[in-house]
Nanobody, 112 residues
């Protein structure tokens, strides 16, 4: 059974930082590109970032470029998203996905 559990969200002030983590199991993690997506209240799911299986190619949506950094540890089956300079518009439920399944998300709230 594929499991993708995101954690590390929380309430942060504008300009603050958070590091999200995603624990993966049930599939060969090191063979899959992985992504973060997010869904703000009342909005559709938005792609945020993707990292290839080896961790050598990184892609970001324009709104987070230069602020967010995606990374992975294939030895630990872990995916990360370092989020800096957070803004209220980053408020959303964040999910990790292997392109096939999406796990339980973690809520990020940016507010003063």
């Amino acid at each position: 059974e594929v499991q993708l559990q995101a954690f590390g969200g929380g309430l942060v002030q504008p300009g603050g930082s958070l590091r999200l983590s995603c624990a993966a199991s049930g599939f060969t993690f090191s063979s899959y590109g992985m992504s973060w997506v997010r869904q703000a209240p009342g909005k559709e799911v938005e792609w945020v970032s993707t990292i290839n299986a080896r961790g050598s190619n990184l892609h970001y949506t324009d709104s987070v470029l230069g602020r967010f950094t995606i990374s992975r540890d294939n030895a630990k089956n872990m995916l990360y998203l370092q989020m800096n300079s957070l803004q209220p518009e980053d408020t959303a439920m964040y999910f990790c996905t292997n392109g096939i399944e999406r796990g339980q998300g973690t809520l990020v709230t940016v507010s003063s």
